[in-house]
T-cell receptor, first 115, second 118 residues
Framework: AQSVTQLGSHVSVSEGALVLLRCNYS??????LFWYVQYPNQGLQLLLK??????LVKGINGFEAEFKKSETSFHLTKPSAHMSDAAEYFC?????????????FGGGTRLMVKP | GAVVSQHPSRVICKSGTSVKIECRSL??????MFWYRQFPKKSLMLMAT?????????EQGVEKDKFLINHASLTLSTLTVTSAHPEDSSFYIC??????????????FGAGSRLTVL
């Protein structure tokens, strides 16, 4: 079984400040890991994914995440927040050997950016 | 890249009616489609997994007679909410897994459908 925990359902940062959204996973084998973003009234959009290549993954809009096996973490970061980054972010895990590639999602973190 | 088109994006219906949501894979064949539901202030919950040409596999607690899923072709899956009630109001999202013409495996989400039952 696999699971994902996102610490903090709400995170508030000032514009220009560092964004750090935390994600810890549980998996019996090295997983594939994903970060998705959902802007208001829109569907999910893939930010970045880790699939056993480089542990530091760069995504769209300046986001990146680092896979740390020893910490079972895949935290999402961005050096400088923009107002347009305000959205809900979901971390997800899938089992590489799962033919269905079913995703297990974390509870989501709502990012608020203050001017 | 692989695109999944989900329609309608918004639908409002009266209690007791049925609503159909379509999920189409564009430019690739979707061998497996997943249907998720997002409850307010909560995360996405997988409802069911469907493979083309076979019956959908429903997650525990999801009523298969209430949420009818059809995956009759490699490019189309439909979710029908039968006899909808206000508690069925939610955001429904599909995702499709398949292989592009390039041979790359893809897993892509639709834009979601917001259902409001009055």
């Amino acid at each position: 079984a696999q699971s994902v925990t996102q610490l903090g359902s709400h995170v508030s940062v000032s514009e220009g400040a560092l964004v750090l959204l935390r994600c810890n996973y549980s998996s019996s084998v090295p997983p594939y890991l994903f970060w998705y973003v959902q802007y208001p009234n829109q569907g999910l959009q893939l930010l970045l994914k880790y699939t056993s290549a480089a542990t530091l993954v760069k995504g769209i809009n300046g986001f990146e995440a680092e896979f740390k096996k020893s910490e079972t973490s895949f935290h999402l970061t961005k050096p400088s927040a923009h107002m347009s980054d305000a959205a809900e972010y979901f971390c997800a895990v899938s089992h590489p050997n799962n033919a269905g590639n079913m995703l297990t999602f974390g509870g989501g973190t709502r990012l608020m950016v203050k001017p | 890249g692989a695109v999944v088109s989900q329609h309608p994006s918004r639908v409002i219906c009266k209690s007791g009616t049925s609503v159909k949501i379509e999920c189409r894979s564009l430019d690739f064949q979707a061998t497996t489609m997943f249907w998720y539901r997002q409850f307010p202030k909560k995360s996405l919950m997988l409802m069911a997994t469907s493979n083309e040409g076979s019956k959908a596999t429903y997650e525990q607690g999801v009523e298969k007679d209430k949420f009818l899923i059809n995956h009759a072709s490699l490019t189309l899956s439909t979710l029908t909410v039968t006899s909808a009630h206000p508690e069925d109001s939610s955001f429904y999202i599909c995702s499709a897994r398949g292989v592009e013409s390039s041979g790359a495996n893809v897993l892509t989400f639709g834009a979601g459908s917001r259902l409001t039952v009055l």
